[in-house]
């Protein structure tokens, strides 16, 4: 008796690299598959490129620069002035011929001159720098974007070169030798599962079923909608292989599908019925049609664990009674039957 649910393989651990600046990707000519080490270098990110100016804007900034010039130009003659006439009230001062307020005035056009300098100064360099921005292309030193562990690429999720925002997805990187199953099953059966219960892996591309136990089950459940529209929480189990699998269970990757059986109950001496014997009788319980020499006899059964195929008797039938599959609805107790 157990569960049976699909599920995906993951590798054990892997890591998810993204940008860590806003601004320009170079193209990753890393593919899926390939091999890297620890701190082997991914890609660089240099700085996002400035937007070209349109002609408006162009003759804009030309202006604002001739202006910033001109005012530049315009101060500096200013500044040289009011500095020649600070040299000669300091004379003047010193001979006693002038007052300190007018000493102070002239000190502070000096000031105010060197002010409006520096101000022009920042202006042409601001619409210079404008200007001077507009190839389209990256500015800055490189970023490097480095591995941060051995593995495999598993997947190369931004790979064309381009602007991207800090904490875009690049690649995943990880391990695809030492894969592991996530099966995310209804909370009401995630409950009836422990660690160490037996798997059997099935539908994974190969002949026969492999063996796996059950790692751990996660203990937050996520709310997901059903292909029916309805609302269900589940739980991811995490399997792990047994070591007599590793060898096969290393042809998956990372993302494959499969199907998984988690064992909850057996025993390898059961007494079973198929589940298409089985019909209810008059009074709820369950009966079946047993085959007594060319007739159906009808005959009540006990029942321990059921599954989807098959159901334990523990009382009504003993091995090698033959039972009636699928029996018609018109079948009555003492009724003829013959073998198909």
């Known amino acids: 008796m157990g569960i049976t649910d699909d599920g995906v393989t993951q590798a054990e651990e892997f890591y998810v690299i993204s940008a860590p600046v806003t601004g320009y990707l170079s193209r990753i000519e890393l593919e899926a598959g390939d091999t890297v080490g620890r701190g082997v270098l991914i890609t660089r990110m240099t700085g996002r490129p400035a937007s070209p100016l349109d002609t408006r804007s162009r003759q804009e900034a030309k202006a604002a620069l001739a202006a910033a010039r001109a005012a530049q130009r315009s101060a500096g003659a200013s500044l040289s002035q009011a500095r020649r006439d600070l040299a000669r009230a300091e004379k003047l001062a010193t001979r006693g011929f002038l007052s300190k307020a007018q000493l102070e005035s002239d000190r502070t056009r000096v000031t105010t001159g060197q002010a409006a300098v520096s101000q022009a100064q920042a202006e042409a360099a601001r619409a210079s720098a404008l200007l001077a921005s507009t190839s389209g292309k990256p500015s800055g030193a490189p970023v490097p974007v480095l591995a941060p562990a051995s593995g495999s690429v598993l997947s190369v999720i931004t790979e064309s070169e381009g602007v991207i925002i800090e904490g875009t997805p690049l690649m995943t990187i990880g391990d695809a030798g030492q894969i592991e199953v996530v099966v995310d099953l209804l909370s009401r059966d995630a409950v009836r599962v422990k660690p160490g219960d037996r798997v059997m892996i099935t539908q994974w591309g190969g002949p026969k079923p492999l063996p796996a136990r059950v790692e751990r089950i996660e203990p937050f459940g996520t709310l997901k909608i059903s292909a029916l529209g309805i609302e269900e929480q589940r739980v991811n189990v995490i399997i792990r292989f047994t ?8 042809r998956l990757g990372h993302g494959y599908q499969i199907d998984a059986t988690i064992v909850l109950w057996e025993k390898t001496d059961a007494l079973r019925v198929a589940i298409g014997a ?21 005959r009540e059964v006990s029942l321990g664990h059921i599954n989807d195929e098959y159901g334990e008797v523990t009382g009504g039938l003993a091995e090698g009674d033959e039972v009636v599959l699928n029996p018609a609805k018109a079948l009555e107790d003492g009724g003829r039957i013959s073998p198909r």
């Open 278 to 298: 089985l019909f209810r009788g008059a009074k709820g319980e369950w009966r079946v049609f047993v085959n007594d020499g060319g007739r159906a006899s009808s």
């Open 243 to 250: 070591d007599a699998a590793m060898k096969q269970a290393a």
